[in-house]
């Protein structure tokens, strides 16, 4: 009776030290991946606001931390610049958020101790393209990173008299325009995906 016994205590604590085992190794296997995969947003994010160059009717917040009065959203005006209290105009078309940040905060030491900014685009208004003829929705179009000539169609639409197959677009580069054909029938089709190419600023998309 007493080996029945000891056998079941010994049992019992190595059943014990298994799950003591398994708890211990699970919570660690399972938080490693969100970690990394938040790492990886993160990274994604300050990527893409460091590539962004800010541009002529933009809108951007401007925050100096403790200084409130220094702190609101502006817009960037069609000579580029900004107007800030303290420091009067400056410079924001053609330099990224970043490059903003520490031009500003250089030119705060002049006023405010160790001066902490944070730039943030709210509005992109600086790069758009134009889509023009049969579709539902002309004009001017907010250009998302990385849009493509299909994505920008499908925001537009089509009316019924458009003819997909005679799309084309109008490019400026160097001060020479480009016409570059779209067949849309075939695009959809998975056929010729070199003609699907990213739009940039300034391109506008003709649907005849």
Known sequence: MKKVIGIAVLLGISLAAVAALAQTADPKANAEPPAAKADEMRDANQTDSSDYVIGADDTLHISVWKEPELSETLPVRPDGKISMPLLNDVTAAGLTP????????????KYVADPRVTVVVTGMNSRRVFVTGEVNHTGPMNLLPHMTMLQALAQAGF?????PKAIYLLRTENGKQQKIPFN???????NHPEQNIELKPGDTIVVP
């Open 184 to 190: 849309y029938k075939e695009v959809v089709k998975g």
């Open 98 to 109: 970043l490059q903003l940040k520490d031009s500003i905060t250089e030119k705060l030491k």
């Open 159 to 163: 009316t019924q008299f458009a003819n």
